[in-house]
């Protein structure tokens, strides 16, 4: 035989009704209240119908039993609940709780276990909805992420492409006043400025060209009367060790035997640099 299921629903303005409010002011009212709500529940199966069935010496006392509450306070609101007509007697052994019949709902076992599978289903539906919309998601995500990586590399791409050679060469020009001059910018040169340009900054070349300018070395002031050139200039080693002082002014600089050995030094990676070109 199908099982059948009931419950109660509990208005949203119970608390607000007239007799609520007048139950709850009663010295003990909150546990008439609650009292009320289980005289509910127990005749939610029986549309609101109380029945005495006699295994008490009164109808106040089983009911009492019935929902382990004292049998003074199931007195008091029994009779409260029945002043204000929320409680009716129908017969000797017949008492309905007159609000009850339209606020009780039901269903049987075998349409609770259908609505059961039905929200089950609905709720693995709705986590497979819930996967794809993040496995889009991470679409989206990675194609944007392609996307700016794309874009950045453009920009790269067209910063690199703005390369002011002219302006590099310029530089040289009115720095350099003792070397000689640059007319031309080879593709070659433009290369070697471009390359030393992802390491260096502007204002690094225009610190390379300052020293130099001020070193009597690279402006032919040696035993073999060579001077640095632009293209001398540009190579990555050659940066680095004007940078690093290699080639400044120092005291008694021709006279000593540590600047002899320096300038042996010098000429020996220059040779290796024309060997290199």
Not at 103 to 130: H, W
Not at 148 to 170: C, F, G, M, N, T
Request: proline fraction near 1%.
């Amino acid at each position: 035989m199908a099982k059948k299921y009931y419950w109660i629903r509990l208005k949203t303005d119970f608390f607000k009704s007239l007799a609520m409010k007048k139950l709850r002011r009663i010295a003990g009212g909150d546990t008439y209240t609650i009292i009320y709500l289980k005289l509910q529940l127990l005749s939610a199966d029986s549309e609101g119908v109380l029945y005495y069935e006699g295994i008490e010496n009164t109808f106040t006392e089983e009911i009492a039993s019935l929902l382990d509450e004292d049998e003074d306070n199931v007195k008091v609101t029994l009779q409260f609940l029945e002043s204000v007509g929320l409680l009716e007697c129908k017969a000797e052994d017949e008492y309905l709780l007159t609000e009850v019949p339209f606020l009780i709902g039901s269903e049987s076992d075998s349409a609770e276990r259908v609505r059961r599978c039905r929200e089950k289903k609905k709720a693995l539906i709705e986590a497979q909805e819930e996967t794809k919309a993040l496995q889009c998601n991470e679409v989206v995500t990675a194609c944007n992420t392609e996307k700016r990586r794309e874009e950045r590399e453009k920009e790269k791409s067209k910063r690199e492409s703005r390369v002011d050679y002219e302006l590099v060469a310029r530089m040289y020009n009115d720095t350099c006043v003792s070397f000689p001059h640059l007319t031309t910018l080879s593709e070659a040169r433009k290369k070697a400025i471009k390359a030393r340009l992802n390491k260096y900054t502007l204002d690094d070349l225009q610190r390379v060209f300052d020293l130099a300018e001020s070193s009597d070395f690279l402006k032919g002031n040696n035993s073999r009367n060579w001077s640095a050139t632009f293209d001398w200039l540009m190579k990555d080693t050659n940066i680095a060790k004007v940078l690093d002082g290699n080639y400044n002014n120092k005291a008694s600089q021709h006279t000593s035997n540590n600047s002899v050995a320096q300038e042996l030094d010098d000429f020996y990676n220059m040779a290796s640099n024309w060997a290199n070109e």
